[in-house]
């Protein structure tokens, strides 16, 4: 029986050894590697060659996400499934555009993980039924680049004077953008704007 070969991509430790423990309890699942941060995905797939991926999304380095659309593009036949305590429909959305092939919650029953990965590793794609569903239906976001961009320097607390000179804009020209935001996004004032943003994943 061919194995298949996965790389486990996972910041918690005690998570990390659990997971690596829970799959290779199957005897036709391998762990060949297992790493901490975000960035550690590609160079470490590039080397073991992992049939598999099984990556968290809020990762230190780089996000999950953004790791899986690398590292389709440097080894396409290694595929990726998402394995995420973070269900908002735009980040099924975003895993989805990336290449993911697979998008399962950590509160899934144990079996699924393993059933999850030989699906993948066979070609097909595993998203959990409802957050499909739900990132079919979610609105798309209201906001331009700009703004998104100006929303998501405020949610970090930067202040307006702060935000012009990240954008090279005026301080009169942000505050414009603030209060558009808040108008777009029917929200009682900024900090409602960048909660609602957030639900909604149009701001990271």
Not at 19 to 39: F, H, I, N, T, Y
Not at 48 to 77: K, N, Q, S
Not at 122 to 148: F, I, M, N, T
């Amino acid at each position: 029986m061919l194995s298949v070969k996965i790389l486990l991509a996972e910041d918690v430790h005690m998570v990390r050894g659990a997971l690596v423990a829970l799959l290779e309890l199957e005897p036709d699942l391998q762990v060949v590697a297992s790493v901490d941060r975000g960035d550690l995905i590609v160079e470490t797939a590039l080397r073991t060659r992992p049939d598999v991926a099984v990556v968290d999304i809020d990762l230190p380095g780089t996000d999950g996400i953004t790791a899986a659309a690398e590292l389709h593009e440097r080894l396409p036949a290694c595929r990726v499934l998402i394995l995420t305590s973070l269900g908002r429909p735009g980040m099924v959305r975003r895993a989805l555009s990336a290449h993911v092939c697979g998008f399962l919650l950590k509160d899934a029953p144990p079996y699924r993980l393993a059933h999850s990965v030989r699906a993948v590793a066979a070609g097909k794609r595993v998203v959990d039924p409802q957050l499909a569903l739900s990132a079919w239906e979610a609105a798309e976001s209201p906001l331009s680049p700009r703004e998104a961009e100006v929303l998501r320097l405020a949610s970090r607390g930067a202040d307006a004077a702060e935000i012009a000179d990240a954008l090279y804009l005026t301080k009169g020209t942000v505050r414009n953008y603030l209060t558009a935001i808040v108008a777009k996004l029917n929200a009682r004032n900024r900090i409602d704007a960048i909660r609602i943003a957030r639900e909604a994943d149009w701001i990271p």
